[in-house]
DNA sequence: ATGCAATCTCAAGCTGACTTGAGGTCAAGC
DNA sequence: GCTTGACCTCAAGTCAGCTTGAGATTGCAT
């Protein structure tokens, strides 16, 4: 609740290694909230190095922004998480990091099927699923393992 | 050798699943290579299908369509590939499917460590480091997992 | 021979995740 | 009190990976 508690936009990028329109960016998607001084800058809770760090984390699993601010609505908004908060909210990410570890086991088990027989074909092998992208449309980048 | 192994675009899209405009674009990045009848429309090898197979698979695995074609750089161009071809090919797949997956069980595994203490910090646990980023400079969308 | 689906080209649009630039304000040290 | 760097707001640009649309042509089936 100090003052020291709040930090302006530029030392949360230098903490963070993002850069500073990244994080504004993030402000306006919703992803942080910041509170602004007399003069209108930006100050965020020191806690928000740890909020943008979980958001870089996620992002490497190939989550969205979308997705990302879904996970960290669990967490209280314009407060200090506790510790709790974030074992919480790790043990979700850790979640997703096995499912993916998962998919990619079954994807390398079918690849060394192909491998022998070196088809690679879509009918006989089914590594590749057509009926899978049937429902995922709309352009934009694809979705990384679905 | 056959005419019989020469595919119209509209086949292709429906063997692979993809869009028409699609397979044409992937033509005009250099991912595959075509034939034009009289009247100018497109014909493809048979074996092509595979080669479109192959491209989704590796795009699954989140690579970018640059680094698909290099890959499909060691494939013979406008020539049916053998098997042998394929399976080269399709262990190269594998060896970066390996590398993914350790990358995650590492990434799961630190962040385990980090569940423990509820940290979540950059400075602490290491989970994400910044210096990893310093090159990987320029807009677009991220790189999944390096 | 004709009709209709499939194909063609080319330009423009779109999503996600940002960056860049212009033009202006704030604040801390000397 | 003045300079210098950090900060502000928009609007527009960028890149990947496609899609959409317009307007014209082709080619198989009857």
Redesign the pocket.
């Given at each position: 609740m100090n003052r020291n508690d709040l930090i302006?936009?530029?030392?949360l990028?230098r903490r963070t290694g993002l850069?500073?329109?990244?994080i504004?960016?993030y402000e306006e998607r919703g992803l942080l909230q910041s509170v602004r001084?007399?003069?209108?800058?930006?100050r965020f809770l020191r806690s928000d190095i740890r909020r943008l760090s979980f958001v870089l984390i996620a992002?490497k699993l190939g989550l969205?922004?979308?997705e990302i601010e879904q996970a960290l609505g669990t967490l209280p908004q314009g407060r200090t998480p506790t510790v709790l908060d974030w074992q919480k909210i790790s043990r979700a990410l850790r979640g997703e990091i096995d499912r993916r570890i998962q998919l990619l086991t079954r994807t390398r088990n079918k690849l060394d099927e192909c491998i022998g027989c070196g088809c690679l074909s879509l009918d006989r092998c089914a590594l590749y699923n057509k009926e899978d992208r049937a429902g995922a449309a709309?352009?934009?980048?694809?979705f990384v393992l679905d």
């Open positions: 302006p936009i530029g030392t990028a850069a500073v329109s990244a504004r960016y001084t007399g003069g209108n800058q930006r992002q969205g922004l979308a709309g352009p934009g980048p694809r």
